[in-house]
């Protein structure tokens, strides 16, 4: 099925992209607990993408202690991965680390000045977990007269493409779409506009969730 659409609004949608929210548990637990904690309470322990999101965990006032993150490998020859199987390549080791002192430090912790360490999963340590916002955008789409936008196969194509412009945009693979049902509107999701001076009608919605 091949669409022609114009779409408008698309920095509405490129603001949504890529946004977590963290929270910093105070209680000390194991790594493996911790990451069953945020895995039952939030979304997973915290993935970390740049020096961005350590400037804000920096901001926190109860930002005072060693913490678990994510990050962690299987054997001590494996690779860094992060518990919630982003692709995030971002590493902010301390000078000298990893360093698997004594063998068994196989999970990564956060210090307070937002370096990071490599730390033995048993002990028992603070941690952050995340969750990522969720958002509603507006969407306007401009199309041909005959378009049918309702249309079940129409709908899931036009979120294709949109993922696709904002896998260009950097999209994370946590992101996930789907449409807002208007209230009292059944199924339509799109309202026809017809482009009259001073005529404005509702707009449709596109939403982004995890």
């Known amino acids: ?18 946004s977590r929210v963290f929270y910093i548990i105070p209680e000390s637990m194991s790594w493996s607990d911790a990451q069953t904690y945020c895995r039952q309470k939030h979304t997973d322990l915290a993935t970390i993408d740049d020096q961005a999101e350590i400037a804000e965990l920096l901001t926190f006032p109860n930002f005072k202690e060693n913490m678990w993150i994510g990050l ?21 080791w301390r000078s000298g680390q990893p360093n698997n002192y004594g063998g068994n430090q196989l999970c990564g ?11 033995d999963c048993l002990d028992k340590m603070a941690f952050i977990c995340y969750e ?30 949109i993922e696709q412009m904002l896998k260009e945009k950097g999209l994370t693979e946590e992101a996930k779409l789907s ?8 199924e339509n999701i799109f309202q026809r506009m017809w482009y009259q001076k001073n005529k404005v009608s509702k707009t449709p919605c596109s939403r982004i969730r995890n």
């Open 1 to 18: 099925m091949r669409i022609d659409l114009i779409f408008v609004l698309l920095s509405a949608l490129s603001s949504a992209v890529n």
């Open 72 to 92: 962690y490998r299987k054997t001590e020859t494996s690779p860094w991965i992060w518990s919630d199987q982003s692709k995030s390549e971002f590493r902010f």
């Open 109 to 119: 912790h956060i210090y307070p000045d937002g370096s990071w360490n490599d730390w």
């Open 132 to 161: 990522m916002k969720r958002q509603i955008v507006r969407l306007e789409l401009k199309s041909s007269p005959n378009l049918i936008l309702n249309d079940p196969e129409v709908k899931k194509e036009i979120l294709m493409k």
């Open 179 to 186: 449409w807002k049902l208007m209230s009292g509107d059944g």
